[in-house]
T-cell receptor, first 117, second 115 residues
Framework: KQEVTQIPAALSVPEGENLVLNCSFT??????LQWFRQDPGKGLTSLLL?????REQTSGRLNASLDKSSGRSTLYIAASQPGDSATYLC????????????????FGRGTQLTVWP | DTAVSQTPKYLVTQMGNDKSIKCEQN?????MYWYKQDSKKFLKIMFS???????INETVPNRFSPKSPDKAHLNLHINSLELGDSAVYFC??????????????FGAGTRLSVL
């Protein structure tokens, strides 16, 4: 069964630092990996999605990498800002029992990020 | 317009009651999901429907019954609510694209508190 682990569980940094959030998964049979942001009391906002055939994706100050064979992904946040404070969730998408992409998303427990001015 | 909308946003109820949470998506997707996020923020899938057919049914108590009247709606009915049912419930929808990719879009969540 797929298990997703995120390290660290919490991170508190001053504004301006470059950050690395880690995600690992136990089963490499995935078809994509997503990084989400969750603000307190809010839903999930998709930040980046990496297909299993890709190595990385970039959006603004965010860069996510994927090493499917080793079961690892990292989310890099450059020049962090107080507005980046949120919980960051990693999720891997697995194939269904019939081999379609209508499978499950398995989530990690998240990294709670606080960026202070 | 909100793509995936859930109602109510907050639900406070007594133990033993029966309650429903509604979800609607206006994205034209044919697959919808229910997830549960517990007090430790762990998100886990509960159910998934594709074209109104149940395709994922995780090990959840049979007090939880999803109902999909049409492709745009997936409601979650919970009987005999228990304290442990207190959580945030998220609805999501997706559509498999021509290249096989499948991206899920989430609603804002329903925070259920059972007293």
């Amino acid at each position: 069964k797929q298990e997703v682990t995120q390290i660290p569980a919490a991170l508190s940094v001053p504004e301006g630092e470059n950050l690395v959030l880690n995600c690992s998964f136990t089963d490499s049979a995935i078809y994509n990996l997503q990084w989400f942001r969750q603000d307190p009391g809010k839903g999930l906002t998709s930040l980046l999605l990496i297909q299993s055939s890709q190595r990385e994706q970039t959006s603004g100050r965010l860069n996510a990498s994927l090493d499917k064979s080793s079961g690892r992904s990292t989310l890099y946040i450059a020049a962090s800002q107080p507005g980046d404070s949120a919980t960051y969730l990693c999720a891997v998408a697995t194939y269904s029992d019939r081999g379609s992409t209508l499978g499950r998303l398995y989530f990690g427990r998240g990294t709670q990020l606080t960026v202070w001015p | 317009d909100t793509a995936v909308s859930q109602t109510p946003k907050y639900l406070v109820t007594q133990m033993g009651n029966d309650k429903s949470i509604k979800c609607e998506q206006n994205l034209g997707h044919d697959t919808m999901y229910w997830y549960k996020q517990d007090s430790k923020k762990f998100l886990k899938i509960m159910f998934s429907y594709n074209n109104k057919e149940l395709i994922i049914n995780e090990t959840v108590p049979n007090r939880f019954s999803p109902k999909s009247p049409d492709k745009a709606h997936l409601n979650l009915h919970i009987n005999s609510l228990e304290l442990g049912d207190s959580a945030v419930y998220f609805c999501a929808s997706s559509q498999v694209r021509g290249d096989g990719t499948n991206i899920q879009y989430f609603g804002a969540g329903t925070r259920l508190s059972v007293l």
